[in-house]
């Protein structure tokens, strides 16, 4: 029992800390005069998710115990984002406030996927455990988000002072976890391999493959929701945005506690799901309505579970463990690097193209994320089999149905 409440205790610190800075962030450079370079401030994380977290990952699946990485980072994660939110409040040039955001997002890129692993590691059946647990995550990234809007600080470096201090939270709370041993056969290794370059190899399965790359494409238009979802319910007259934004958080919720049910559906089916409620979600925001808005946004949650979270457990359950930390982190890279680089920079223009002045046409922006995610959807049912073989290891031959 105390080994679930430890699981559950960093998950729901590491949410809070993700939820305080990526939710306000937008308004809050909005705020200081720095909506130019709000496309780059979200892509500095996609920018740092194509370096750290394979590198991270090599070493935590073969040098150091995934628990050090992960405090490590956690520190040097909440001194990075202390000096970019003072960088902010104290009027530094865009470009030193831009490179303190991307140093803050090189710590803190390979942190999700280390922490799942850690998770992962220290479960006897993902498919049924792995959903309640991550729950917990969405839970602190909403505690996170109403602690922000109950203290007004929606708009204010005040929300990302608070991520810093739960990032050294975190990194405190890791000398309570358990050391994951490091496979010794971690010895000669080539420059290819410290690297984590070698998990690439994980794309020659057909069935891998299309699951980076559908979780890549996907993220294409999802990486709208945080920079603009807000901005348009400020222009439907909603205040505290962050609360608001946490209506996604709920439905996360509902899906992560289906998930040991979802799970015995063929995967193609949960997938195709999840990226249909993507399409509705982008859909219903079309509207251009309070309603229509906040129904999209209630969508986003079980869109996002089960698509990317879904595809976190498939690599448990499908990659042998000694590839387990380089296989999550190759999923960040495709999702957090290619998918979301792609979704920062070109969402960021296609808004420059829907906005004439001051008006923003909304119906315009968000139907062409719903297009997207439909044609995305139709490439996943064209190119996934879903009958490829699973590895020998006997723990893996419990995997989730195809």
Known sequence: ?????????????????LGMWFVPLSNVLDSHGLHEIRPYAFAASAIAAFVSPLIF???ADRHASPVKVLRGLSLATAIAMALASTSMQFGASPWIVLALIQIHALCSAPTWSISSSIVLARLSDAGKEFGPIRA?????????????SFLNADASTMSCYGGSVMWLVVCGFTFFLPTVDVPKSAVNLTWHERLGLDALTLLKNRDHRVVFITTALFSIPLAAFYPYAPPHLRELGLQRTSAWMTL????EIIAMFSLAALLKVRLK?????????????????AVDTKAGLLFGILLHGCSYTMVLITAQIYF????DNAWRTRAQALLSLMNGGVGNLLGYIGTGFWFTACTQGSKTQWPLFWSGLAVTAAL????FLVAYHG???KPADAKKESAIAA
């Open 57 to 59: 990952g090599a070493m």
């Open 376 to 379: 995305v959807l139709v490439y």
């Open 1 to 17: 029992m105390l080994e679930y409440v430890e699981l559950v205790a960093l998950f729901f610190l590491q949410g809070a800390a």
């Open 269 to 285: 089916w949960i997938f195709a799901c999840g990226l249909t409620f993507g399409v509705a979600r982008f859909a219903f925001s």
């Open 316 to 319: 448990d359950q499908r990659v």
């Open 248 to 251: 996604g958080q709920v439905t």
């Open 387 to 389: 009958r490829g073989s």
């Open 136 to 148: 917990m995550a969405t839970l602190g990234w909403m505690a996170g988000c109403w602690a922000v």
